[in-house]
Every structure is written in C-alpha cells, then in structure tokens.
C-alpha cells in the first residue's frame, strides 16, 4: 500500500517535471504529454525490463493517466507551478527519494541481492531524469557535481539494510525516503555537493 | 498480412533515413550500416521489450537483410535517392505512418488496453528517430514544433479506436496509417505546427 | 570457463573506461561508480534484453563488485593510470574485443542464427562504450572515422563463422578476439580507418 502510494508519487512528480522542461523550451502539448510520460515512466521501466517482470504501465492505466494529468498541470497551470519557487527541482527530489525506495524494494523482492537492489534503486530513481535531459538536451546529473545521484544511493542503500535488519517495509521506505529528500534538499538548499576528481596528470 | 508488409516497409524505410543521415555526415560503409540498422529496428525492439514478447528481428533474419540493403543502396545510389527531393523528411513520414499502426496493433493485441497501445503506437514510431538522432549528435523530434510525434498519435488513436468499433484489421491499418502520413505530409509541405507553450513567467 | 573469464574482463575494463571518462570530468566518487557501471555493464544488458534471458548481473553480484573496484582503483591511482600511456583507448580496445566474442557466442547459442549473432556482438561491444559517451556528452564511436565499430563486427563475423566451421569453442573465441583487438589496435597504433562517404550532390 505505502509502495503503491510512493509508486504514483514517484511518477507523478516526475511526470511534472518532463512537463516544467517541456514548458521552459516552449515545445507544443504533444511534447509535454511526451516528456512528463517518459519522465514519469522511464526509471521503473528500466527496472522491471531488467527484472525480467512485466513493465509497470502495461498492466495499470492509472499511471498513464497520472502522466498525462500532469502534463495538463502544467499546460493550463504553469505559472502557478513556477511560482512554487524552485518547482523542477524540488519536485525532482520528492520524485527521486520515492522512486529510489520503490525500486530497491521492488529489485530486492525479486532477486535477494542487497548489490543488485541498491544499483536497481539508485539507477532506476535517476534514470528517468537522465533520460528527460538527455532528449532535452541538457546537462545530466551525471554531470554536476551536487548531490544527487548520492541521495539516491543512500536512500536505496538504507532501505535494503533496514529490511535486511527486519524492519518493517512501512516504516524501513518511510525513512529511507526521508533520508533521501534530506540529503537532496540539502544540496538544493544548502549546496551540498562532494568532492570532484582533482587529477594530477595533464590529459 | 498488411501488418506484415506494413512492417517491413516500416524498417526499411527507417533504415533508409538512418543512411542518409549517415551519408551526410561522411561515415563510413559500417557506420551506414549501423546507423541504418539502429533506426529500422529501434522503435520495434523497444516494442517488444516493454511487451515483453520476443524481439522480432531474433525470430526473422529478413529484418536485419532489409537494413543492409538499404545501407548498400544509399552507400552505392545515394546521390540518385537524394535527387528525390526531400528523401529523409518523408522516408521518414512513411516509416512512421508504418510503425504507429504496427505498434498500436501489437500493443493492442497483447494488452488490450487502448490507452498503452496508443502509447506504444506513438512511442515506437518515433523512437528510431529520436535514437538516430541522438547518437548522430542532431536535434531530435520531440524538439521540434513541426507536427510528428502527434501524427503518430493520431494514427495510433485511430487504429485502435476503429478496431474497438469492430472495423477490419486491413481496413482499420490502411486508414490509420494514411491518416498519420496526410498530417505529416502537411507538415512536410506546408508548415503545420502545433502551437508551442507560451510562458508567462520568468525563468 | 574462457568465455567466464572473457566476460570478466570485458565488464572490467569497460568500466574502467567509464572511471576514466569520469575522472577526465572530475567528477564525484559516485559518479565514478556509475560511469564505470553503466559502461562496464551496459553491452552485456542490451545482449540479454534483446535475448529475453535473465540479465547476467542480477544472477551474480561479482560483475558490480567488478564495476565497483575499478572505480576505486581509477579514485585511487588515477595518475598511476594515466601514465600506462593511451589507457582509455586500449582498455576500450580490449574491452570490445573481449565483448566482440562474448555477445556473438550467448547470441548463437540463444538463437542459432549466425546474422543475430554477429549484429548482437557488435551492437554489445559497442554499446557500453556509446551510452557512456552520450551520458558524458562527448563524441561518440559511430561518429568517428577510426576503426571501432567495424572491429568488433569482423570479430563477430569471425567467431561465428569458426563456431559454424565446427572450431572448438576456446580456439574460436581466442582467434575471434585476438583478430578484433589488432584490427583496433592498428587504429589507435597506425591510424587505421575506413573510408567515409563522399556526397556528390549539395545538401
């Protein structure tokens, strides 16, 4: 039930968010339902493919609906959305740290590896962002230097230890969630960022 | 039957403009190849991935022969394919009028769910594209204003909502594609676009 | 057990491209772990996909630890690296070689055909290195003049002819991946590369 809930979280902010970029480059509304869609869906799809289970969305219309409701969000409501303050970005993170629990629980389900479920949270939590920036055009996170893709490993890597732990899975995703968002917001807010590579060779 | 040619000439001519793009840049005989094969089959693999049914072009040499036999026709003939006017441009338009009733109809038949075949209609249409493009470094579809995507998902739209009023597969696949095609044609020759986002906030 | 032991080294010096790339970048500790993940397992992952088998990483963690210990020996001894001389292209000369033979053997094993086999070892030998450059926005292997690509389908080609020939399944695989890796080698060595294609009409 909790999973359910952050599973519709994850995809719906991450849905507004491909819809906020589709917006910011004054694309069309096709390419806001294309964008909020493959945001929203992207980071479960890879994991269920390489999960070998049935792709998420094929079984229940409720999450395209979900996408495309967002799209309309931010079609006919945009400048409300923007006035929110830092929406991409907050709603990026809210996304992030749902998305890395629903996916770790789900990995660790199915295949019993705590290596296997952390990766499968942490990519599947970042991936439909990279993908959003990739067929936008823009830098990915990847790229910067601020945390990002860190929350979502420690979020992924808390909920496996947690429940490795016995936790109860309610209780063990609420705080890895948490842990999440923290640590996300914390570079949002605070710029929170780690140490880059200093090399001491000429390339 | 028509599904079956509909899809053949969905790759080749997908594969078609994978050429072309390749000859513009001056890549090599395995660049076209590659290139030619990567956006004749993209849209469909994806398909099947996220149907979880078997990829076609394992089951079917007669894929992988089309695609290189289109890189050879536009490695050996491609001033004589470029004289044709604006071969890309709607090469490209056939594939996807092609494809988006061929994805509909798999989608359709393996989920039932209108609302994922329309999706997966639209989405492996232009996925070979998009994929080109993106490893040939170009501006992608989802980018542009000018009508595309929200062709393939009319002609997606279409096929599906004929067959769900009992309409003949043949039928139901003729119209649909043709619809697809007439909306891109429009764009090709005069301009269509959809009205792009105009916000009233700034970044 | 040499197709094990292909395998190994194939994710492993793949990733440690990817930790080159990322250490280029100066980028984070954890982005080291991804690029070096993301390359290292990422060809492997297209070919089980395409195959509908389990994807190999999720049967058995050694493959991430792999990734992982790359990544720390790029962080920790990136100059002692560098100094090997052109490390990223001959550990990405390798890496294709090794994963040349390593696709085109599970793809004909899986489906008996000769074409999908070597489509599937070249495409897996050649993506984990691609996703990386898209990722980390540079230039990417189908877009250079150099030999690469066409390496990796002559070891392909080579591996499935000796396989169909009867060969043992070692000497094959040893042969296949010697022959990619000179063909490459004299590209990064002597500047091999194929002639591109030279449009007679204006664009």
Redesign the interface.
């Known amino acids: 039930m909790l999973l359910q809930f952050l599973d519709y979280i994850g995809v719906a902010v991450f849905a507004l968010t491909g819809a906020i970029v ?11 339902l ?2 909020a ?1 493959m945001t929203g869906i992207g980071g479960g ?1 890879l994991r269920d ?4 289970v ?2 998420f ?2 079984l229940d ?1 409720g999450y ?2 979900v996408c495309a409701g967002m799209s309309a969000l931010m ?1 006919f409501a ?2 409300l959305v ?2 929110l303050g830092k929406p991409l970005r907050w709603a990026d993170a809210i996304g992030m740290a749902a998305y890395c629990v629903m996916g770790a629980a789900k990995a660790f389900a199915v ?1 019993q ?1 705590a ?2 479920a952390i ?1 499968m949270g ?1 990519m599947t939590a970042t991936f439909g962002g ?1 993908l959003r920036d ?4 823009e ?2 996170s ?2 910067k ?1 601020e945390i990002y ?2 929350a979502a ?1 420690a979020g992924s890597a808390l909920y496996v230890g947690l429940r490795m732990a016995e936790m109860d899975s309610w209780v063990a995703a609420g705080l890895a969630a948490s842990f999440a968002l923290i640590l996300r917001g914390g570079a949002i807010v605070a710029d929170w ?9 000429d ?1």
Chains 1, 2, 3 share one sequence.
């Open positions: 589709a917006s910011r480059k004054g694309l069309d509304g096709l390419a806001f294309f964008f869609t799809t493919l390489l999960l070998g049935p792709v969305w094929t219309d395209l609906m079609w945009g400048p923007e006035r295949t590896s290596m296997v990766l942490t990279v990739i067929v936008a055009g830098k990915n990847f790229l230097p893709v860190s490993l960022s780690l140490p880059g590579y200093k090399s001491t060779v390339k």
